[in-house]
């Protein structure tokens, strides 16, 4: 089964922007669609934005629209999440998945594999 591991977390403030990346190992990275999804203290866990498995498709949450994009390398077996114009409500632990699905889903529940999150704090 395909493992994940995301960095790229941190503070920063209002306005700016950060990249996160999901490195993966095991599996057939190629196989999976690659979202991400976030969790707010206090919050259940919401989706952020998909990629398709040839990353020609995505999908995003309507509070991140315009804002932030997700994109994937498969020769490096990488998927990322760049951020821009951050907000305090965008302050939460990310974390990447894996879904072997070809129709885009911002359901949690058609994710098989998840990273352990990485956290981002925006100050405003």
């Known amino acids: 089964q395909m493992q994940l591991r995301e960095s790229g977390g941190g503070s920063v403030r209002a306005g700016d922007s950060l990249r996160l990346s999901c490195a993966t190992s095991g599996g057939a990275f190629s196989n999976y669609a690659m979202g991400w999804f976030r969790q707010a203290p206090g919050k259940e866990r919401e989706f952020v934005g998909v990629?398709?498995?040839?990353?020609?498709?995505?999908l995003y949450a309507d509070s991140v629209k315009g804002r932030f994009t997700v994109a994937r390398d498969n020769a490096k077996r990488m998927a990322y999440l760049q951020m821009n114009s951050l907000e305090a409500d965008d302050t939460a632990v990310y974390y990447c998945a894996g879904a072997p699905f070809r129709r885009l889903s911002p359901a949690s529940g058609r994710y098989d594999v998840w990273g352990q999150g990485t956290q981002v704090t925006v100050s405003s």
């Open positions: 990629i398709s498995l040839s990353g020609n498709n995505t």
